[in-house]
């Protein structure tokens, strides 16, 4: 753990370019540029910000979205690819720790995904978000558990949810049995009104609290022109805007910085990783504060079918000798025979039977 260490962090409140992801990622690396040059080491960047949050799902009709939902195909981040190779060039030029949320194309689907750079440029860790949310689930698919990880960063231990992930307390809760250290939080912004800025402060000062751990909290933020360009409707303009708290908040629930709550700008605050300790001295949630031996978690890490649907299994009449024998499902992934999950195998068996 970096107990010892005082780390710089910032949270970035932007717009991105609603036009094109080459226009967002200019925007990024100028914005850890102009980090850099402040003395910051961990940066993160709001929900899916390249190319754009979807924000015109919250506004039309599913009948409606088709031209909004192919453009966003075209514009999506293929990982990895030659837009995380230029963020992974930026993040090791100015030795910064960078967790950055992209639509992630893979083949026929978008899936919300949260990426985080090490300071050396290397990819640590791809996750994707396990539930879309209410409109969200018109354009991207779920995510598994297998990205629900915590990386080990320069800047420490470093975990990662989106938007209402928070309010899924156990997957909060597997951040924090990896002792998580900054967890970096990412937002839409300019999304529901006023409300919407109250739920993110009840929600990262709770984790803060309930971790033990700092939160950097990033959200978006669209300008007039941009809302106006979404939609024309008056009525359906309010639903896209406010909605932004960019903050960062100790493991005391305290913030160390003026949150931003419009327009675009960078919070910055200096993390004394001392607090971790001071927290959980008195409160350790997964530590002298938990009792495993009356609840505990259970967490399915394997990748989902959705990315790999087919495997390769042993028939149970080829055992032993004929050991080498395969049989093909579309229900599971490639793998031997030890790493393929009860459920997948009892229904190869009954297929053959």
């Not at 839409?188 to 700092?214: K, M, N, W, Y």
């Not at 960078?266 to 949630?285: E, G």
């Amino acid at each position: 753990m970096a107990q010892n260490k005082t780390i710089r962090a910032a949270a970035v409140q932007l717009s991105p370019d609603l036009e094109s992801a080459e226009g967002t990622l200019a925007k990024v690396l100028d914005t850890i540029d102009k980090a850099a040059a402040k003395g910051v080491e961990l940066i993160v960047f709001p929900e899916t910000f390249v190319p754009y949050y979807p924000y015109f799902s919250f506004v039309y009709p599913p009948v409606a979205s088709g031209p909004e939902h192919l453009r966003l195909y075209d514009e999506a981040v293929v990982v990895p690819g030659p837009m995380t190779n230029a963020i992974a060039e930026r993040a090791r030029a100015r030795e910064m720790v960078v967790v950055l949320g992209v639509n992630e194309r893979d083949n026929g689907s978008l899936y919300n995904t949260q990426l985080i750079f090490d300071a050396d440029g290397e990819l640590l860790l791809k996750r994707r978000k396990l539930t879309p949310t209410f409109h969200e689930r018109m354009i991207w698919g779920q995510g598994d558990a297998s990205g629900l990880k915590v990386a080990e960063t320069r800047v420490g231990r470093v975990g990662a949810l989106a938007c209402w992930e928070h309010y899924n307390p156990l997957a909060r809760y597997a951040l924090m049995t990896q002792h998580e250290e900054i967890h970096c939080s990412q937002f839409p912004g300019s999304l529901v009104g006023p409300i919407f800025a109250d739920q993110i402060e009840a929600t990262i000062r709770h984790h803060a609290l309930e971790a033990g751990c700092f939160v950097v909290n990033s959200t978006g933020w669209l300008t007039d022109t941009q809302i106006q360009s979404i939609t024309s409707d008056p009525k359906l303009q309010r639903g896209l805007r406010g909605g932004c708290n960019t903050a960062i908040v100790s493991p005391e629930g305290v913030h160390l910085a003026t949150p931003l709550l419009e327009g675009e700008g960078l919070v910055i605050a200096d993390l004394d990783m001392r607090l971790i300790t001071k927290r959980k001295r008195m409160m350790d949630s997964v530590g002298h504060y938990a009792r495993p031996e009356l609840l505990s978690l259970a967490i399915n890490d394997h990748a989902s079918s959705y990315s790999r649907p087919m495997f390769a299994e042993q028939s149970a009449s080829q055992s032993g000798a004929n050991s080498g024998a395969t049989t093909v499902s579309a229900i599971g992934e490639v793998s031997d025979e030890g790493e393929i999950n009860a459920a997948n195998r009892q229904r190869v068996t009954a297929a053959h039977n």
